[in-house]
């Protein structure tokens, strides 16, 4: 038997998914300490991750593994409770394949949310920072390879990979309902280890405000189709070198959901005015 390529397992996945649950305009990647939001959703029905063909499984604390689709405001909303990293063993096809599927469900609007370690040293932990610019330092980028050019071209523009006019919006918004935003560059790096003070020296020297273990390669690849991306990050812990201190996964978690009402509002209110 011939192996599937990757444009049939995206579209067999695709297809499963509006099946279950139907399509959707807007996608948000629910980050961690963030999956209870898809509880906001209405008439919402989801899949497991495990029972759409071809798709990858979460393997990570916090992230349940189900797409949901409902609507919220009037609008018909996708949500992922758990995306995929690099980290967890899976190539940059796997990591992405999300988006690509999106993008067959006509989803025009990608929302991206994570947890981050502050770099920038005027920010807190429990900061809400809306990415203005990004940083690669990952060694990886999801589109080397053929490129598929149903989806978009071979040298995509990363000018405005966040886009510009959504990013006043939630600056906006976020005015409005009195949430403090810091702005700033989310920088990649692979994980799984958490950065070294050393690394951190360097990314703040190069221009990073915070630093995670994904988000960019799903941001490529959205741009790379079409799509409108906003990214918001969840400060949920100062990184390495800040404070004199060790860092885990269950301090970022309990961050996360320490801060996940206001974070929850702010995006609430931005799909509202979308």
Known sequence: MAEISYLDKINLAAAAI???V?????AIVLGSGLGDYAEELEDAKFIEYKDIPHFPVSTVEGHKGRWHTGTLHGKRVCMMQG???AYEGYDMQDVTMPVRVMQRLGVKTLIVTNAAGGVNLDFHAG????????????G???LIGLNLDEFGPRFPDMTYSLDRDLKQ???DTAKKLGIPLQRGIYCWLS????????EIRMVRTLGADAVGMSTVPEIIVARHGGMRVLGISCITNM???VLDAPLNHAEVMEMGNKVKDTFQKLLDHVIQEM
Not at 22 to 26: C, H, K, L, Y
Not at 127 to 138: G, Q
Request: aromatic share 4%; charged share 20%; proline share 8%.
């Open 22 to 26: 139907g399509t959707a305009e807007i």
């Open 18 to 20: 509006e099946r279950a």
């Open 169 to 171: 919006l939630t600056a």
């Open 191 to 198: 994980g799984p280890t958490y950065e070294t003070p050393a």
């Open 239 to 241: 990184a390495a070198g």
């Open 83 to 85: 995306r995929f990293h």
């Open 127 to 138: 900061d809400l920072m809306l990415i203005d610019d990004t940083i690669n330092l990952a």
């Open 140 to 142: 990886r980028n999801p």
